[in-house]
């Protein structure tokens, strides 16, 4: 079965400094994956997805990028966290069926 | 106009109630449906998920799908306190999930 791993689990940063998160897949191989950011009372917001390894489309501007060096990794990254970027991050991917699945979540506090 | 109206709640149903919870969308192209819960500070879970038009049936949940109306609802039958969570409606297009904001669910025993 598939399973989707996302670390750290929790992070608190101050601002300006950089970031990054780490999300995993197994048991698929060649998904789509996704970046997302959940903000209280306002739902998912789509970051970035990808649908290949150095594939990545950025759906809004922001101080924020992802890469995907391997297969199943999708990382995403800042070089300067702003006080804006705190929130609950989420991986998710999907292989072929019109549905996504998530991963625990990385809840990120920029200080 | 968001793609996907989900009102937010918070929605506090006794144990044992009938929850319905609902979402409108605008975007006629919409085929796949799906309902997510989500317990506090981890990720969303797939519930159910429908195509086009129609009910599904899961144990206590079901599922409808009214694309004339463009409409779909999430039923609980016998609702439980392990039920309360965060209820996330979605649906595709262009490779995308829309979600809805969720509705905030809180079944008291």
């Known amino acids: 079965s598939q399973t989707i791993h996302q670390w750290p689990a929790t992070l608190v940063q101050p601002v300006g400094s950089p970031l990054s998160l780490e999300c995993t897949v197994e048991g698929t191989s060649n998904p789509n994956l996704y970046w997302y950011r959940q903000a209280a009372g306002r739902g998912l917001q789509l970051l970035f997805y990808s649908v290949g390894i150095g594939q990545i489309s950025s759906e809004v501007p922001q101080n924020l990028s992802a890469s995907r060096p391997q297969d199943r990794q999708f990382i995403l990254s800042s070089k300067k966290l702003l006080l804006s970027d705190s929130g609950f991050y989420l991986c998710?991917?999907?292989?072929?069926?019109?549905?996504?699945?998530f991963g625990p979540g990385t809840r990120l506090l920029v200080l | 106009q968001k793609e996907v109206e989900q009102d937010p709640g918070p929605l506090s149903v006794p144990e044992g109630a009938i929850v319905s919870l609902n979402c409108t969308y605008s975007n006629s192209a919409f085929q796949y449906f799906m309902w997510y819960r989500q317990y506090s500070r981890k990720g969303p879970e797939l519930l159910m998920y429908?195509?086009?038009?129609g009910n599904k049936e899961d144990g206590r949940f079901t599922a409808q799908v009214d694309k004339s109306s463009k409409y779909i609802s999430l039923f609980i039958r016998d609702s439980q306190p392990s039920d309360s969570a965060t209820y996330l409606c979605a649906m595709t297009g262009a490779n995308n999930l829309f979600f809805g904001t969720g509705t905030r669910l809180t079944v008291i025993p």
């Open positions: 429908t195509y086009s038009s």
């Open positions: 998710a991917w999907h292989s072929g069926v019109e549905t996504q699945y």
